[in-house]
Structures are given as C-alpha cells and as structure tokens.
C-alpha cells in the first residue's frame, strides 16, 4: 500500500472578530485548550504563502477534544461576512456530539443563544439521530447532535 500524499489533518483554521471573545463564548459550551496562546503575525515571507499584502493578524492554537482549531483574527484585512455557497445550511459548521440533547439545547437557550432549529428534531432517515444548529458569535453553524 503507498502512504497517502496528506496523512493526517493537523488542524482547521476559523476567521474570527475576537479571538478572545470566541473562546470565551465557546468555553460556555465545551471544553476549550489553548495549546499556542494568541500571537501577532505579520511579513513578508506571511504575506508571500498567504497570498496577502502586509498582513496583520493574531493566530491562537486551540483544541476541543482531540480536534485542532486555529482561531485568526485579521486586524488589517477584515474581510466580509461569511457567505457559504452550497446550499447555506449544513455548508460550513463545527459538529458536537452529546449524551442529553434536550438539556444541551436548554442550556443553549439559558445562555441567550438563539438556535436555528426551533427545538431538537430526530431524523428518522439517518437511524434516529438527534440534532439541532444554532449560530456562534462569527456566524458560524454549530451542529448539536445524539445518536440513539
């Protein structure tokens, strides 16, 4: 068997408007480390590999289970909002799996998170698994979900 070109997924990359508000809105829901605390990022030899002119923006290494997250909070290139092409819903969204789904999404609510789904739905189709969404503070979808 030949080893495959990209072996293993290191980590994703979000854009955010605060690093340190998005980690603290997340640190309300789950478990959240910092492994590589904010740092300031800006050059040349960035800008070349990025493909940005005179980039200027903090980047924080962070992990919520096993899974790792670059947070990037752009100071000189703010970007727009973020416009996901296909088909809107289920595009581009982080995924939590729990064990009580009903207490998840009250909790949510208590928190002043309007979720996108009115409550928890089971989807039959897809073997009786649970799941809501709501938004985070950056416009990213957050998928709830418990399997049965």
């Not at 980039?55 to 790792?68: F, K, V």
């Amino acid at each position: 068997m030949t080893t495959p070109l990209l072996p293993q997924l290191n980590h994703i990359g979000l854009t955010v408007h605060s690093i340190a508000d998005t980690i603290a809105f997340y640190r309300q829901i789950t478990t959240v480390e910092i492994y590589e605390e904010p740092v300031h990022i800006s050059g040349d030899g960035v800008g070349q590999i990025i493909r940005v002119e005179k980039p200027d923006y903090h980047s924080c290494m962070a992990r919520i289970g096993q899974r790792n997250f670059e947070l990037i909070e752009h100071h000189s290139s703010k970007g727009r909002h973020l416009l996901a092409s296909h088909s809107d819903v289920c595009g581009i969204h982080l995924a939590f799996m729990v064990e009580d789904i009903e207490g998840v999404f009250q909790r949510v609510k208590a928190l002043g998170i309007d979720p996108t789904t009115p409550e928890p739905y089971t989807a039959h189709e897809l073997g009786g698994y649970k799941a809501f969404f709501f938004r985070d503070l950056n416009g990213v979808q957050v998928e709830i979900g418990q399997v049965h």
